[in-house]
T-cell receptor, first 113, second 110 residues
Framework: EAGVVQSPRYKIIEKKQPVAFWCNPI?????LYWYLQNLGQGPELLIR????????DSQLPKDRFSAERLKGVDSTLKIQPAELGDSAVYLC???????????FGPGTRLLVL | DAKTTQPPSMDCAEGRAANLPCNHS???????VYWYRQIHSQGPQYIIH???NNETNEMASLIITEDRKSSTLILPHATLRDTAVYYC???????????FGQGTRLTINP
């Protein structure tokens, strides 16, 4: 069974530029999560989807971050414009339901110059 | 969700059992203990979880004390590929997110 797929794996951009990350969850997983991981820290939740609905986006900086999960499968996380402090790893995870075990993708490592 | 305390780092010799402790003294009755690990440049990998009873799978064993205030993750025969940061997470049955701490950086030495 394929795991959570994320792309790109690495991204380098200049500050003020837009950037987007893509996630394809495990087949059949209704719940999708985006986490942010700063260097040396554990991941922190940004947003959680139940199917196509964002049910917890309280930690998402809405002035520059946006996310969508059209058709309740793939998801995209966008930053516009990016700032130097956004350099981090962006992780996507999925689970069969909101109380089930979460499985993570490899992450996208973002460097903002 | 209850907080956890883990040693920041540990070393273990290749082939030996690695025993990773975790304290969760404020755990409540409906909270599970989850273990994930994160190998360098990869996403967190689910290892095992349990509520009260000891659990074992192909990756590891989880030993939970009778009072549930602490637990130990056991990797029975550690290999170099087990070098990673190991996270112990306490999660209630109704919780929708994982709250990660600093974890334990386990180094397996040849």
């Amino acid at each position: 069974e394929a795991g959570v797929v994320q792309s790109p794996r690495y991204k380098i951009i200049e500050k003020k530029q837009p950037v987007a990350f893509w996630c394809n969850p495990i087949s059949g997983h209704n719940t999708l999560y985006w986490y942010l991981q700063n260097l040396g820290q554990g991941p922190e939740l940004l947003i959680r989807y139940e199917n196509e609905e964002a049910v917890d986006d309280s930690q998402l900086p809405k002035d520059r971050f946006s996310a969508e999960r059209l058709k309740g499968v793939d998801s995209t996380l966008k930053i516009q414009p990016a700032e130097l402090g956004d350099s981090a790893v962006y992780l996507c995870a999925s689970s069969q339901g909101q109380r089930e075990t979460q499985y993570f993708g490899p992450g996208t490592r973002l460097l903002v110059l | 969700d209850a907080k956890t305390t883990q040693p920041p780092s540990m070393d273990c010799a290749e082939g030996r059992a690695a025993n990773l402790p975790c304290n969760h003294s404020t755990i409540s009755g409906n909270e599970y203990v989850y273990w994930y690990r994160q190998i360098h440049s990869q996403g967190p990998q689910y290892i095992i979880h349990g509520l009260k009873n000891n659990e074992t799978n192909e990756m590891a064993s989880l030993i939970i004390t009778e009072d549930r205030k602490s637990s130990t993750l056991i990797l029975p025969h550690a290999t170099l590929r087990d070098t990673a940061v190991y996270y112990c997470i306490v999660r209630s049955q109704g919780a929708q997110k994982l709250v990660f701490g600093q974890g334990t950086r386990l180094t397996i030495n040849p």
